[in-house]
Every structure is written in structure tokens, then in C-alpha cells.
């Protein structure tokens, strides 16, 4: 598969995530889910993957590095889902960059983030915008993600909706103009990258779109 395994999925419980460890599950891969919550780990097991419960908010430095250990590539899909910019900045920024401090302490190689189209310092999102703490908390691990030396990934699907979706996306100029992107093609990118190491150093910001994931991937 190419995939540096198993695989270690953070914030196991969300859609992309259960989509993401079925897809590898299905495809031979060995995928552990960190869920918050340990009765969602039917849910888990359901999509072929072995739940692990842990709260990212409030694991230690440690504590990271005992739940990372042993992981050979480490998909980072947890959020606090918005509405409390406090526990947006414990879990978007502060858990995320302690989970990439560990994976470098473990000697864990591959990271990929799932972030979003448009994150960055210039994300250009209003301080009195009830979204500008996730903007925020997603500039600053981002940023930490690029200066270690994680063979890293950042993916920026545009506005995710449960649409049904193929494998194939727009990057560039053919992203769709509403910048509307599946959660099952977030997933299918997801199982994509692991596979690509032509993919490390890169930040792929992608919608849906009409050309194979395996052919955008190889775009610039």
C-alpha cells in the first residue's frame, strides 16, 4: 500500500474520519480511532478500526506520546466544533501541536492535517466573527506542522457537506465556485496522500471536482 502503518487517526468519531478508516480498514490497512467518547466505539469498530479513548483536551505531553506510540502515520481530524472559542483553541491549536510534538518524540514520521481552504495568518476572518478562533487555532498548528520535521501533509477541502462523493476532485483553477467539497472525498484524499510520498511538504487545498484524485495529487 505504501502507507507507513498502522494508522492513527485523532478525532476518530467524525464523519470524515469514520469514512477515512473504512476506506483503509477495506483496504488491508491497520487504523486505531482516538474517540473523546467510549460510546462511540461501536461506531468505530464498524468502520474497521480499533477505538482508543482519550481526551486530546486533556492528555499531557506524555499522555500524547502513549497514545501516538507505535503509530506509523497519524491523520489529525479532531475538532472542537465551534461555539466555545476557549475549547477551539485547546483543541484546534494547543492538542494538535502537543499531538505533532509527540509524533516527532515517538519517532512517528507521517502527519497529515485536515485543515481547510483559505487557513493561514492571512485567513482574512474578522475578530468579531464567531469563526475566528477556529481560523486562528488552524493558522498557528498549521504553521508549527510546517517547521518540524514531520514528513507532513495539510489538506484544505473547501465547505465540507455529506454529499455523496466521487474519487476525484478540482485544485487550482478547477475548484468548484461554490468551493463546496463531500466528506467522502475528503476521505478518499485522505487515504490518497498516505499512499503518495510525493505529497509530503505539501499543503493540497481542493472542492469536488471533476479530475482523479491520483492526477491532481501529482499537480503542483
Not at 90 to 109: K, L, N, Q
Not at 173 to 197: G, M, Q
Amino acid at each position: 500500500m505504501g502507507i507507513d502503518l498502522p494508522v492513527t487517526i485523532v478525532g476518530g468519531h467524525g464523519k470524515v474520519a469514520l469514512r477515512a478508516a473504512r476506506i483503509l480498514s477495506e483496504a488491508g490497512a491497520e487504523v486505531y480511532s482516538v474517540i473523546r467518547n467510549p460510546d462511540h466505539a461501536e461506531d468505530v469498530r464498524a468502520a474497521g478500526a480499533t477505538p482508543v479513548v482519550a481526551d486530546v483536551e486533556k492528555l499531557d505531553d506524555d499522555e500524547f506520546r502513549e497514545v501516538l506510540r507505535g503509530s506509523g502515520s497519524v491523520v489529525w481530524s479532531a475538532g472542537a466544533g465551534g461555539g466555545n472559542p476557549e475549547r477551539t483553541y485547546a483543541v484546534d491549536r494547543d492538542a494538535a501541536i502537543r499531538s505533532m510534538d509527540a509524533c516527532v518524540a515517538e519517532g512517528v514520521e507521517r502527519y497529515v492535517m485536515v485543515s481547510y481552504d483559505g487557513a493561514g495568518p492571512d485567513h482574512g476572518v474578522p475578530e468579531d466573527n464567531s469563526f475566528f478562533p477556529y481560523a486562528e487555532a488552524k493558522a498557528a498548528a498549521d504553521a508549527h506542522l510546517r517547521e518540524t520535521d514531520l514528513k507532513w501533509t495539510i489538506l484544505g477541502p473547501g465547505a465540507l457537506t455529506d454529499e455523496p462523493g466521487g474519487e476525484s476532485i478540482g485544485v487550482g483553477d478547477d475548484k468548484s465556485e461554490d468551493r463546496k467539497t463531500s466528506r467522502d472525498v475528503v476521505a478518499d484524499v485522505i487515504a490518497a496522500v498516505l499512499r503518495r510520498p510525493d505529497t509530503i511538504g505539501r499543503t493540497i487545498e481542493f472542492s469536488d471536482g471533476d479530475t482523479p484524485i491520483g492526477e491532481a495529487l501529482t499537480r503542483e
